[in-house]
């Protein structure tokens, strides 16, 4: 722009030097020759063409302004408004146009602040810039985290989202384990999907031996005594990262936002697919999955994704293959003794003849003939009350496994389970209609108003009601009569009176026993008697 200038005022400057000019910064020639223009009157304006001109009265975000855009969730024209309020009472200047104050925002505050004051922090994060960590080895550094699936699944009857646990490679991308749970994962689903990732063998393979380090998001149930047990049995490394910090596991995070729209999207009762109409309700025609299609259909699309998905940061290879061409040596632990590792020990029992005692309840095996007496450790998997596994307490030497003695049939446990859940609705319900509370609507400033009728009759009643099922107000404490005192004692005659003489009271323990024994006759308190006044005597 300064060779434009000086061309310019040399009298040079044709329409082809402008008209190149407008096409290098793309822009039209127009705008060049109003750059010019604009830096014939001020020198400064050539170094930033097209910039606007300074001016010390030129209005700045100020600290107000920034709690006031936090205030109102980035709403410009609701804090322009809070502004002129804030003016007409004395409390500052005028504020200046909403343009003004738009263009201050925008030229003062990153698009990170802006994003982060309307949205919060997440919302920030999203402009932030992240580094890449090196890709390492296989099993250097392994992701594990859970994802409820946005799927509605039959499971007996009822429709659940599942949760999916896995275990994936930073270096290849590969899932190296996975494990599915109707409801609410729990520790039993971080260990059976760290069996499935440390195994190798079929149907698992080849993807697996026993990592360096696991990386996990502060969740209790990879924080738990029996998973940490476990890692620490393997010798890995648990990385307990920050909260709220996704960026710092990416891997797995990936894979969460992959699963939904490669797979789950496409599938019956995903919950997150557009409807037609105000209302997201579920077609009453639509035909769920079942648990076990969904988790067939899941591990299938795992195997696809490990052995022909091609993500972007393998440059054009598959998981498997990058597994296949790291040379890296495998760690490996024998199936048993992974087993072994992955259980929660619950301490030592004697067997006896009725078998392990294990939390109120019989459990017996096969191999427990003639070995009554012995002393054995009881290992058990989470939530797995049908069975337990039995090692011998001195030498750890496996004995076998013992199922629960008296186990209620399927029948049984259905029912039981049907009666639960009918006792729960008809509680839930009935607490519903106790707390249920209605006010009366209001058009102006007004105390609120309890709706709900009650006349004085039903009032008593139900005080009445409520009276008689105090059970320290059904206590009748002279039904059994307090025994007597002993007989030196001075006991006022009110309490002589309330007393039983047949039942002595005990010595006090402070006396010696010799010393309160009875000597000749019965020294039983006498009753008391009464003058004609009726004053005891």
């Given at each position: 722009m300064r060779r434009l200038l000086a061309l310019r005022q040399d009298q040079?400057?044709?329409?082809?030097?402008?008209?190149?000019?407008?096409?290098?910064?793309?822009?039209?020639?127009?705008?060049?020759?109003?750059?010019?223009?604009?830096?014939?009157?001020?020198?400064?304006?050539?170094?930033?063409?097209?910039?606007?001109?300074?001016?010390?009265?030129?209005?700045?975000?100020?600290?107000?302004?920034?709690?006031?855009?936090?205030?109102?969730?980035?709403?410009?024209?609701?804090?322009?408004?809070?502004?002129?309020?804030?003016?007409?009472?004395?409390?500052?200047?005028?504020?200046?146009?909403?343009?003004?104050?738009?263009?201050?925002?925008?030229?003062?505050?990153?698009?990170?602040?802006?994003?982060?004051?309307?949205?919060?922090?997440?919302?920030?994060?999203?402009?932030?810039?992240?580094?890449?960590?090196?890709?390492?080895?296989?099993?250097?550094?392994?992701?594990?985290?859970?994802?409820?699936?946005?799927?509605?699944?039959?499971?007996?009857?009822?429709?659940?989202?599942?949760?999916?646990?896995?275990?994936?490679?930073?270096?290849?991308?590969?899932?190296?384990?996975?494990?599915?749970?109707?409801?609410?994962?729990?520790?039993?689903?971080?260990?059976?999907?760290?069996?499935?990732?440390?195994?190798?063998?079929?149907?698992?393979?080849?993807?697996?031996?026993?990592?360096?380090?696991?990386?996990?998001?502060?969740?209790?149930?990879f924080l738990s005594r029996t998973v940490t047990a476990a890692f620490d049995l393997l010798d890995v490394t648990v990385e307990d990262l920050p909260a709220y910090t996704p960026h710092l596991k990416g891997t797995v995070e990936g894979l969460n936002r992959a699963v939904e729209s490669m797979f789950l999207s496409s599938l019956p009762g995903y919950a997150r697919q557009p409807r037609p109409g105000k209302r997201s309700s579920r077609p009453k025609d639509e035909v769920l999955l079942g648990f076990e299609d969904f988790t067939t259909q899941l591990l299938a699309w795992t195997l696809w994704w490990n052995t022909e998905h091609r993500p972007a940061p393998l440059r054009g290879k598959t998981p498997l293959q990058a597994w296949q061409d790291d040379p890296t040596p495998l760690r490996d632990v024998p199936a048993a003794d992974l087993w072994t590792f992955t259980l929660e020990d619950a301490g030592t029992r004697t067997l006896t003849t009725r078998g392990i005692r294990f939390r109120r309840h019989d459990y017996v095996g096969a191999w427990m003939t003639g070995q009554a007496g012995i002393q054995v450790r009881v290992r058990f998997m989470p939530h797995h009350d049908h069975r337990i596994e039995v090692y011998h307490a001195a030498t750890g030497r496996y004995l076998g496994s013992a199922d629960l003695a008296d186990q209620a049939t399927e029948e049984q446990v259905r029912a039981v389970r049907r009666a639960r859940a009918a006792r729960s609705r008809r509680l839930k319900k009935d607490l519903e209609a106790s707390q249920r509370e209605r006010y009366a609507t209001v058009t102006q400033a007004e105390p609120p108003r309890r709706l709900g009728a009650l006349t004085g009759a039903q009032a008593d009643a139900e005080l009445a009601q409520s009276a008689g099922t105090g059970l320290s107000q059904l206590a009748l404490p002279d039904v059994i009569p307090r025994a007597a005192p002993p007989a030196d004692w001075r006991t006022p005659a009110s309490l002589v009176a309330l007393t039983t003489p047949s039942r002595p009271a005990p010595p006090p323990a402070s006396r010696d026993v010799t010393a309160t024994a009875p000597e000749g006759p019965d020294r039983r308190a006498a009753p008391p008697t009464t003058d004609e006044d009726g004053d005891a005597s």
């Amino acid at each position: 722009m300064r060779r434009l200038l000086a061309l310019r005022q040399d009298q040079k400057l044709t329409t082809r030097h402008v008209r190149l000019m407008a096409e290098s910064l793309e822009v039209t020639e127009r705008t060049v020759w109003r750059w010019l223009a604009a830096a014939e009157r001020d020198e400064s304006a050539a170094a930033e063409p097209g910039a606007r001109a300074q001016s010390k009265d030129r209005f700045s975000v100020t600290p107000e302004v920034r709690r006031l855009l936090a205030l109102w969730k980035g709403n410009v024209a609701a804090v322009h408004r809070e502004l002129i309020a804030r003016a007409a009472r004395g409390e500052g200047e005028p504020p200046p146009s909403i343009p003004t104050l738009h263009r201050a925002i925008r030229r003062d505050l990153t698009p990170g602040e802006r994003a982060g004051l309307a949205g919060g922090e997440r919302a920030a994060r999203k402009h932030d810039v992240f580094l890449a960590r090196p890709r390492g080895w296989r099993n250097q550094v392994w992701e594990s985290d859970h994802m409820q699936a946005p799927v509605l699944v039959d499971v007996e009857g009822k429709a659940r989202r599942p949760w999916i646990t896995w275990f994936t490679d930073c270096s290849t991308n590969a899932i190296t384990g996975v494990a599915v749970t109707p409801v609410h994962p729990s520790r039993e689903s971080v260990l059976a999907a760290l069996r499935s990732a440390v195994l190798r063998e079929d149907p698992y393979g080849p993807f697996g031996g026993v990592p360096e380090k696991v990386r996990v998001d502060r969740g209790k149930d990879f924080l738990s005594r029996t998973v940490t047990a476990a890692f620490d049995l393997l010798d890995v490394t648990v990385e307990d990262l920050p909260a709220y910090t996704p960026h710092l596991k990416g891997t797995v995070e990936g894979l969460n936002r992959a699963v939904e729209s490669m797979f789950l999207s496409s599938l019956p009762g995903y919950a997150r697919q557009p409807r037609p109409g105000k209302r997201s309700s579920r077609p009453k025609d639509e035909v769920l999955l079942g648990f076990e299609d969904f988790t067939t259909q899941l591990l299938a699309w795992t195997l696809w994704w490990n052995t022909e998905h091609r993500p972007a940061p393998l440059r054009g290879k598959t998981p498997l293959q990058a597994w296949q061409d790291d040379p890296t040596p495998l760690r490996d632990v024998p199936a048993a003794d992974l087993w072994t590792f992955t259980l929660e020990d619950a301490g030592t029992r004697t067997l006896t003849t009725r078998g392990i005692r294990f939390r109120r309840h019989d459990y017996v095996g096969a191999w427990m003939t003639g070995q009554a007496g012995i002393q054995v450790r009881v290992r058990f998997m989470p939530h797995h009350d049908h069975r337990i596994e039995v090692y011998h307490a001195a030498t750890g030497r496996y004995l076998g496994s013992a199922d629960l003695a008296d186990q209620a049939t399927e029948e049984q446990v259905r029912a039981v389970r049907r009666a639960r859940a009918a006792r729960s609705r008809r509680l839930k319900k009935d607490l519903e209609a106790s707390q249920r509370e209605r006010y009366a609507t209001v058009t102006q400033a007004e105390p609120p108003r309890r709706l709900g009728a009650l006349t004085g009759a039903q009032a008593d009643a139900e005080l009445a009601q409520s009276a008689g099922t105090g059970l320290s107000q059904l206590a009748l404490p002279d039904v059994i009569p307090r025994a007597a005192p002993p007989a030196d004692w001075r006991t006022p005659a009110s309490l002589v009176a309330l007393t039983t003489p047949s039942r002595p009271a005990p010595p006090p323990a402070s006396r010696d026993v010799t010393a309160t024994a009875p000597e000749g006759p019965d020294r039983r308190a006498a009753p008391p008697t009464t003058d004609e006044d009726g004053d005891a005597s």
